[in-house]
C-alpha cells in the first residue's frame, strides 16, 4: 500500500509522501476550486474532490445542496452566552451536519472584530474584544473539528465593515493590527489548532489580503504557526496586483471559486508564472501541502463522502440551538420587575411588531450565513403555545395586561437585493447607515406604549441599536438577537420565568454613534471612499477601552446583562501575590445567589498595567466564568490566566512581550462594574 494511503501513517508522513507523488500539473490543478464549492479531484492517484459549505449559523442551504439544517442562534448571540461548553456543543453539532450534508469544511466560524455597531454582518461575528471572541472561537473550531470536519476561521483579518469590501484598504498601525486583531486569531490558533482559514476581500495597507505575503507568511506561518490551509474568500484574489505569481509567494493554497468568479490561479497562469520564472516548483509545494494536510485531517482519503441528506433534522442539536438562544438573551431593563410574568395573575396579551411572526432563515438571507431549518419557532408561536389556555391573546395593546413588542432589524432579504437596495439591516455585503430602529418601527413603539405603558420591548437583531427611547419610556427591554431556529421557545421561557436570563453584552452599545470610537470621523468608518481608505485611528482602543480612557459612559457597557435574582462577589484571591512568567496561574472569586431564584452569573476578570513603559488600555478582559446558583448558594469561580494576559505587542521589537512590574486585577459582572481587585507583580 502507497504510504499516503495508509491511515495508521502519521498525517505529515502521508502529506510529504503524496506531495512526492504528485506531478506539477496536478499539484496546479489543486490551487483552484472545481466549481462553486468544490476542488479538483485527481484519479491517477485516487484523490477525491473536497467539499466546502457556508456558514457560520449552520450548514447553509445554498452551499449544500439545498438541503434543510439546523439553524443557530447568531454568533454575536453565542458570545453574549459567555459559555465555552455551549460554544464547544454548538461547534461538534455544525460539523456533524456538515459531514451529513456532503462537505468536509464549515465555512466558519466568522471571528472578525465588530469594530463598529453598523457592520453589516455584526450578527455572524463574535465581540468588539478579541479575548472573548478567541476563547469562543476556539471552543467552536474544537467543536466542529471533534467531528473530523475542517473549521475555517474568517475573514483574516481587518474585515470589518461592508462598504466597498472588495476594493477599500484598511489603514492600521502595526501596534493596532497585532494587538488587537492578529491577538485574536493567534489565540485562536494557540488554542484549537484550525484546519481553515479564509483570506479577506479588503487591502490591508494597500495590499489584498490574497497576495498579502506580510499577513499570510510573515504573520499567519512564521509567527503564529498555522498548520491549515488558507483559502480565499469567494472571489478575493481577483484584485491581485501580481497574479499567480504573488498570491502564491504569499502563501495562499486555495483559490475559490472554481467557474468564472476566480480567475487567478487558472493552471495556464500558473504555468505562465513558473516558466517566466516568477515562483519555482518548491512555491507550488510550500502552498500545496498545507491543502493535503486538510485532506488527511478530514479523512477524506479514508473515509466515502457522505450522500447529503436532504433534511437534517436532529432534536438534540435543536436542544443545543435552543439552549444557546436562552442563555444568549440579555436583559437590559427590568423596571418594577414586570419580567418574569406570572401566568397566575397575568391573563391578557397582545404579541405585536414586525419581527413577532418573522421567520429567519430563508434562502440567501443574510447572505452566506442562510441557514434553512426544517422548521421555525417565531417568537408569537412561543409565546402563544407557552401561554396554552392559561392566559388570552388578544390584538389591540389597550386590552392587553402587557404587550411583547418586538422590534428589531430586517435580515430577510437576500444578499442580493440587499446591496442594490436602501434596505437598513444585518446582512453580507452590505452595512447599516443608522444606529437607530426604521421610522415605522419607532413610531409603532410610540403609538403602543401610549396606549399601554406596560410595554415590554424585545430586540430581535445582531448589532447593537439605539434603544434610548425604550430606556426612558418602556419598563423592560430584552435584547434576544437572532435566536435561531428555536428562538421562540427560548424567549417564552424567559418572559414567563421558567429560566432567569444570564446573557452578557460581547459589544459596548453607545448613547450616540460619534461616542464611538469608529465614528469619530467618516474615515474611521465607513471610510475615504473617495480613495478606498478605512482608517483604524483608534487603534487599540477598540470597544470599551476606548470609552474607559475618554471616561465616556456607554448606553449599556461590555458585558452588561441583568437577571431576575441578585449576586454578591467576594473574597477575590490569587494563589500568590508575585507571578512569573513561566505557566498559568489562577484568580478565584466567591459568588453567591442573594435573591430568590436559580440564576447564572458571568464573572468577568479585568487587568490594568499599573507601571508600563508604553501606552496601555485602563483595563482589559483578560479572562471569565459562569456559574449557575440556586438561592442562597455560594461557589467559588476559579479562573485560569495565561503569560499572555500580561502581553503588550512592541514595535521596537516587533513581537509581544510582558514587562515586570506592579498590575491590578479587577473582578466584576461587566466593564463598568468591577467591585473587587487586588494587586500584583509580575516578573519576566
Partial sequence: MDTYLDNNKEIEERASDLLLRMTIEEKILLLRG???????????????????????LGVAAHSSFKGKRTRFPATIGLAATWNKELAYQM???????????????????GVNLIRSPLCGRNFEYLSEDPILSSELGAELVKGIQSEKTASCIKHYITNNSETKRMKISTEISERALQEVYVKNYKRIIEKADPWGLMVCYNKINGTYGAENKYILRDILRDQLHFTGHVVTDWGASRGAVEGAAGCIKAGLNLEMPGLF?????????????????????????YVVKPLLRTFFRVGLFDHPTPKTQKIIDIQEHQAIAQAVAEESMV??????HILPVNLEKTKKFAIMGPNAKKIFGKYLQGGSSAAVPPRFVTPYDGITKFIGEKGEIVEEPEDADIVFLILGLDHGSNMLKAMLTKMEGDTEGKDRTKYNLPDDQMQLFYDTIQRNSNTVVILIAGSPIDCAPFLEKSPALLNAWYP???????????LFGEISPSGKLPVTFPKKLKDHPAHLSKDRFPGDLKNLKIHFDEGIYIGYRYFDKENVVPQFPFGYGLSYTTFELSNLRLVKAQIASSGTFNVSVDVKNTG???????????????????ERPLRELQGFGKVHLVPGETKTVIITLEKSAFEFYSVKDHKFIAESGGFTIYAGTSSRDLPLNINLQYQT
Avoid at 490561479?265 to 512555491?283: R, Y
Avoid at 428562538?487 to 424567559?494: F, P
Fill in 261 to 285: 468568479l476566480a480567475k487567478t490561479l487558472k493552471p495556464k497562469k500558473v504555468m505562465k508564472a513558473i516558466n517566466e520564472g516568477k515562483i519555482i516548483e518548491a512555491d507550488i509545494d
Fill in 596 to 614: 430568590s431564584i436559580a440564576g447564572s452569573e458571568v464573572i468577568q476578570i479585568y487587568l490594568a498595567d499599573d507601571e508600563a513603559t508604553v
Fill in 91 to 109: 461547534g461538534k453539532a455544525i460539523g456533524k451536519e456538515t459531514k451529513l450534508a456532503g462537505r468536509h469544511q464549515i465555512l466558519g466560524p
Fill in 331 to 336: 436583559l437590559l431593563k427590568n423596571d418594577g
Fill in 34 to 56: 472545481k466549481d462553486f464549492w468544490t476542488t479538483n479531484s485527481i484519479e491517477r492517484l485516487k484523490i477525491p474532490s473536497f467539499g466546502m459549505t457556508d456558514g457560520p
Fill in 484 to 494: 435561531g431556529m428555536m428562538g421562540g421557545n427560548a424567549l417564552a421561557r424567559i
